[in-house]
């Protein structure tokens, strides 16, 4: 089980709205690299993990990328919080406030609700590990993508702190794999 | 941010294999009532909640019910560890080994993966409220129906428990509808 | 069975055209809180519902949907008709174009197609019409968000009644959830 | 708008339970070429057809095939109606029972929910009514499939008598075709 | 099997960059009535023909549909190298950058990944031609549509080429179902 | 463009019906990982490769898989061909005859529609070819599970076959892997 700490993994203060940014950054919510995805996939994957120290890495990672849905969902809390109808109207956001009003949704950029059929889980820990070595370059590639798009220093931060996260965590995984490998599971 | 604390809420310990059981159990890991749909519903509304309690009150619930996914994976890892090839195909389950192996997988009973279009948030507190007090309700009856179809007491237990957790949490969702009722929110 | 009438249960008559203003009232007809939803949602619990009072007013609300979803298309109908391939591209209606020339479509304002994943059954009558309460709750919170983003009275006046049928239809579950409850069923 | 009137379109009484045939017989109340399919289907398209004729006769049958769906409902009902727990595991519907007690719900036979991406819409009179002529042919197919899968007549019965409408139906389409094309329409 | 040949079916050679349209051209790369859809409708009902003929002409009509799934990436891929992030944020494509980069990917103009529940197969090769005519008057439409929407020829080109060979399909598929007609299949 | 020639990569010539055993089959037809999925995704990313050596490696490996969707469908047709009704129930394949008699169709094995949610391309090349070879990964290990459930050698010596050339594309993407990180793109 899990307790929640009220504080975000890494400040996130944006002070600038931004609805269009806002847009976009919402494919890390709910798109196919997502936190949420990761979350998911990871905390999903580690009830097969053939020994202790796979089920505790999943569970950890799992975890943090929890935090990281949370930082996500808080960038786009402060990104469109208090935006009149007219600027999500120029924002292209007015779909968005058709169905949702000002709350969030995890879906992704195309406003598709996110799926389960983002991630796999095939039963076999080399295979698993190995798309989550993907996984987390995907989502570092997508962070990428949207520093590309991003003009503001209280955007571009935290998305550059996620960005080195990802790339932590391919590391790890790697790990696991080589561990795993040298222990010749199948 | 959350802290994975290594404890189920509730004790599982199920030793009769049962893999015809975990595949309808399954329903509550991934399908449209499940404690995952629950979790990332709660988690997903606060943000856009008109006061602290409102926040504060998701978040917990939230958290619990990310507690509850865990306990429900406990249920289907115990059901299926161990099955033969023999036994997983009495119980229809070499669908589920062909794709995933051993791996768990959130889906519903009929193999569809989660997907967010199961749960809503319009922007409207009363409203996205009152989906919560359903969900509970729904969920509630989702679990009725997997005791009828359960036979050992060791899946009875927990399923009753949680059965429970269902009904307090409607109340407290009552509550919090009564609040914003009399806040006249919109 | 149902007879057509061929006239609107609340009169459409809108003059100026507004292919943007379709493409947000679009989710009431595809959406997850739209007449369609609605409409179905109800015609599909009416079977199992413990009483004759219940199934009668789940087919009148159930009929009474399928003439909303009617007066929806009618609106984007009428709100798009005529409309120059210019004026579609301004209101960054060409997606739709391209796709399906001016015929309507029933998916939400992002262009989701709709499925029954928005609704459910879960074979209790208090948990099924719990779920009815919400989704009226949800359907006239999406009103009141559409009727932010409009500014033509000939597309607010029928927004408006709408609205207000959810929330005659609201207490008509309520007042049969009461019934329910009163009964005692499960 | 619609009336409802409390008859079926064809009687529809069968005294013998059997749930398996149900769990495919489904198939046509939320599956691909399901009698849902069928009649979102038509009516849609009417709003976008060029003359009156069209528009008439697209609303005729979408008005029949919500009548169907009511007939395949009241079949699925009365071929379930009553079962026992153990009737419906040996049946394979204990995942039914899981997700939805014994509630109805619009899938297809693996449980698929249904969704709009099962028919179209593309703006062009001629195309329209091709996928609607395509669409009764597949609608009789499956029919034919169901009927090879009966044994009991008061099943095959009605299945006979909507297999037969589909292909009135298929006619009706074919002499609007034949109509729309010497108008030369596009 | 297959045997890639390098070069195009007709010739590609858009000099003018166009983000916008490539936003719409979408739709037949991963859309309902997309190249791709009807590439593995032909190419998976090929099994179930009664005869070399239908097999032959399936497997035919198939490959040549994979050969205009390539020509479409190729008129993607044209219309958007080398466009900077603001030539795509002016186009509204950078929803597509945050999530793909300069990737492509198959879906319909509004971002929904492509599905095989747009096409069909119901075991009766006079309902899956039916369906098979039906999708080339489809696509032929919406060409039309895509036409409507174009400015450059370059473009126009291509996709009147694309529309005419689903004209001539049309006429083979038609071929087929009045061969079958006479044999009396069914 | 494509040449359709005639033969099977590796031949198939399975003597014994097995429904039961194709219904597993099939996740590798339309599944997350089934060799669609990796035809689909390999000539859909070939056209942002950084340069020729990728681009024709994702050609020459999306054309090979062409031909493995072609032997995994002659494996699902041969292992059904001629099946009785009481065979196809006695699989639980009468679901699937209801909906596409004896027609293939893209599924998993629990007869979700094949979606290219299964897939990713985020535009960075080193990202993209980390999935393929997380793809390749997870193919193999689905032919492992499909090896576990089969019991006839002609149906073995394919699934061996298949499983091995994952092995050889993960090589192959593994070195354009290399060739890209020492080209320190991005």
Same mark, same amino acid.
């Given at each position: 089980?899990?307790?929640?700490?009220?504080?975000?993994?890494?400040?996130?203060?944006?002070?600038?709205?931004?609805?269009?940014?806002?847009? %976009?950054?919402?494919?890390?919510?709910?798109?196919?690299?997502?936190?949420?995805? +990761?979350?998911?996939?990871?905390?999903?994957?580690?009830?097969?993990?053939?020994?202790?120290?796979?089920?505790?890495?999943?569970?950890?990672?799992?975890?943090?990328?929890?935090?990281?849905?949370?930082?996500?969902?808080?960038?786009?809390?402060?990104?469109?919080?208090?935006?009149?109808?007219?600027?999500?109207? +120029?924002?292209?956001?007015?779909?968005?406030?058709?169905?949702?009003?000002?709350?969030?949704?995890?879906?992704?950029?195309?406003?598709?609700?996110?799926?389960?059929?983002?991630?796999?889980?095939?039963?076999?820990?080399? +295979?698993?590990?190995?798309?989550?070595?993907?996984?987390?370059?995907?989502?570092?590639? %997508?962070?990428?993508?949207?520093?590309?798009? +991003?003009?503001?220093?209280?955007?571009?931060?935290?998305?550059? !702190?996620?960005?080195?996260?990802?790339? %932590?965590?391919?590391?790890?995984?790697?790990?696991? !794999?080589?561990?795993?490998?040298?222990?010749?599971?199948?």
């Amino acid at each position: 089980m899990w307790r929640y700490e009220k504080r975000l993994e890494f400040p996130i203060n944006i002070k600038k709205r931004d609805p269009r940014m806002a847009s %976009v950054i919402l494919t890390q919510y709910g798109g196919p690299d997502s936190e949420l995805s +990761a979350a998911l996939r990871y905390l999903n994957q580690r009830y097969n993990m053939p020994d202790e120290r796979g089920k505790a890495l999943l569970t950890d990672i799992g975890t943090e990328e929890l935090a990281h849905v949370e930082m996500i969902c808080t960038m786009l809390s402060q990104l469109t919080k208090g935006a009149t109808i007219e600027e999500l109207k +120029a924002a292209g956001m007015d779909k968005q406030y058709s169905q949702r009003g000002m709350d969030l949704f995890p879906t992704d950029s195309f406003g598709n609700p996110f799926t389960a059929a983002y991630f796999g889980a095939v039963g076999d820990p080399l +295979a698993d590990i190995s798309e989550n070595m993907a996984a987390e370059q995907k989502a570092r590639a %997508v962070y990428e993508n949207l520093i590309d798009l +991003a003009t503001d220093d209280d955007v571009i931060q935290p998305l550059l !702190w996620l960005r080195e996260r990802e790339i %932590v965590h391919f590391q790890m995984f790697k790990q696991l !794999w080589d561990h795993y490998k040298k222990l010749d599971l199948k």
